[in-house]
T-cell receptor
Framework: GDSVTQMEGPVTLSEEAFLTINCTYTATGYPSLFWYVQYPGEGLQLLLKATKADDKGSNKGFEATYRKETTSFHLEKGSVQVSDSAVYFCALMVNDMRFGAGTRLTVKP | EAQVTQNPRYLITVTGKKLTVTCSQNMNHEYMSWYRQDPGLGLRQIYYSMNVEVTDKGDVPEGYKVSRKEKRNFPLILESPSPNQTSLYFC??????????FGPGTRLTVL
């Protein structure tokens, strides 16, 4: 069945460091791909999305490119801030939505 | 304001006592779903619904029921809760194959 595998955490970075969180997927159809973020004590919020191959989603300095040839959707940010500390979920959707296990990011001043 | 609401936000109950967690959305979305979030396991889908009167099992449906009698509401029913259903539950809605909007979560403890 459809599934998402993402880099396990936790990930700890210093402020202004470069962030990469790896995400790969398996899907029988043509999925839409998403990154969601969950701040402490809150629900999930959409961070960015891409609906077809080679699309790049971007928001708040985060980027991810839909790579069909490598079935990947890695999340990147050039310079993280303390406020980016959260749990990040990669997800795909064909008929139903499948999530990765989540990666906890902590950014230290 | 466009939103997904869940009630209650927190619930402590005892084994076997039937409960319902309500979910409502005001965005006219066809697709609604329920997830549970457990440490180290991410989000797992319990049930989903593609439209009124159309529901289907997700990955972990055992012990849960749902109904979709109206487009805006998608309640989650635990007929006989057990301690292994202690979890954080999220409802979501959206268009099919598009962004899903999540409610604030319901933290359930079954003693």
């Amino acid at each position: 069945g459809d599934s998402v595998t993402q880099m396990e955490g936790p990930v700890t970075l210093s402020e202004e460091a470069f962030l990469t969180i790896n995400c790969t997927y398996t899907a029988t159809g043509y999925p839409s791909l998403f990154w969601y973020v969950q701040y402490p004590g809150e629900g999930l919020q959409l961070l960015l999305k891409a609906t077809k191959a080679d699309d790049k989603g971007s928001n708040k300095g985060f980027e991810a490119t839909y790579r069909k040839e490598t079935t990947s959707f890695h999340l990147e940010k050039g310079s993280v801030q303390v406020s980016d500390s959260a749990v990040y979920f990669c997800a795909l959707m064909v008929n139903d939505m499948r999530f990765g296990a989540g990666t906890r990011l902590t950014v230290k001043p | 304001e466009a939103q997904v609401t869940q009630n209650p936000r927190y619930l402590i109950t005892v084994t076997g006592k039937k409960l319902t967690v309500t979910c409502s959305q005001n965005m006219n979305h066809e697709y609604m779903s329920w997830y549970r979030q457990d440490p180290g396991l991410g989000l797992r889908q319990i049930y989903y619904s593609m439209n009124v009167e159309v529901t289907d099992k997700g990955d972990v449906p055992e012990g849960y029921k749902v109904s979709r009698k109206e487009k805006r509401n998608f309640p989650l029913i635990l007929e006989s809760p057990s301690p292994n259903q202690t979890s954080l539950y999220f409802c979501a809605s959206g268009r099919i194959a598009d962004t899903q909007y999540f409610g604030p979560g319901t933290r359930l403890t079954v003693l």
